[in-house]
């Protein structure tokens, strides 16, 4: 770990405690001296040596303009000097709950209602970003944050842009897992706002059935490109229709799921809100 309880970074930042590590960097908890509890992400050095870090950087100057309910507010993009050395750091809403992950984890799968009043969250907060010309480009379990503040949980979209180029990400070995929630064309280093839709549709068919729409293996690899062709390989397999594991789900359902999974651009959705509309209409 970077930083140690009782740390200040910049004379604003009071680190409580370490609240863990991900593929692109330490995750703190910490209290800003005037608007309280917040998270720090503290981006790794290989990670910022080996992304568009500019680019990062105005991205999370929009988003901390960008208020949504469903978008974990982004406050501040900045860096500080330890031992020669400068870290950046994003500063973040403090969510109290939990990540879907966490959930599927317990869970494995959910009811079909509770499922898709969390995609609805998340993909209105999407909807906002896309408006904004902004593209995620890492939709996955880990990166929406569930809100326990009232009654039904609420959906949050954390952590836009911060996976930039697949080739960038080489050096990163932790950030594998996220591969497998990459639309195709993301492997050629185009991000697109269907590629988000692609996403939040593998994301969509492991809360309702709680399997993967193809179960792919990659564990056993150590080189990007064999990761990258493994998945490309085993996406050749159509998806099972959601419904074979669940019953309570529509054929309808089944029918926007699978065209949110198409690997053809031209037959997927578009954008977040063309997607969203099609779920509005279920109920």
């Known amino acids: 770990m970077i930083l140690k309880k009782g740390d200040t970074i910049n004379d604003t930042y009071n680190v409580k405690h370490f609240i863990g590590q991900g593929a692109f960097g330490e995750v703190y908890r910490v209290h800003h001296k005037f608007l309280g509890l917040q998270v720090l992400k ?6 910022v040596e080996n992304s568009d870090i500019e680019t ?28 020669n050395k400068t870290f950046y750091f994003i500063a973040m809403e403090f969510v109290s709950g939990e990540s879907l992950s966490d959930l599927l984890k317990r869970e494995i799968s959910l009811p079909v209602k509770r499922a898709i009043n969390i995609q609805k969250d998340y993909l209105q907060g999407l909807e906002k970003a896309h408006s904004n010309s902004i593209i995620h480009r890492d939709i996955n379990p880990d990166n929406i944050l569930l809100s326990y503040e009232n009654t039904l949980a609420k959906g949050l979209l954390s952590d836009f842009g911060l996976a930039q180029k697949v ?11 996220r591969y497998l929630y990459f639309a195709p064309e993301c492997f050629s280093n185009i991000y697109l706002p269907t590629s988000d839709v692609f996403s939040s549709g593998i994301v969509f068919y492991k809360m309702l059935t709680g399997a993967a729409p193809w179960e792919i293996e990659i564990d056993r690899y150590q080189d990007t490109n064999d990761i990258i ?8 397999i159509t998806p099972t229709r959601p419904s074979f594991f669940n019953s309570e789900i529509s054929d309808k359902l089944d029918q926007i799921i699978l065209k949110s999974l198409a690997l053809d651009i031209e037959e997927r959705y578009k954008n977040s809100g063309e997607y969203l509309r099609e779920i509005n209409d279920i109920n």
Not at 42 to 47: C, M, P, R
Not at 72 to 78: H, L, S
Not at 167 to 177: C, H, P, Q, R, V
Not at 229 to 236: F, S, T, V
């Open 229 to 236: 062709n493994a998945i490309m390989l085993g996406r050749k």
């Open 56 to 83: 990062l950087i105005k991205e999370a100057i929009i988003l901390s303009k960008l208020t949504h309910e469903n978008i974990v507010r982004v406050f501040e993009t900045n860096t500080f000097k330890r031992d």
């Open 42 to 47: 503290l981006l790794k050095t290989d990670y």
């Open 167 to 177: 080739d960038n990400l080489e050096k990163i070995a932790s950030a594998a897992g």
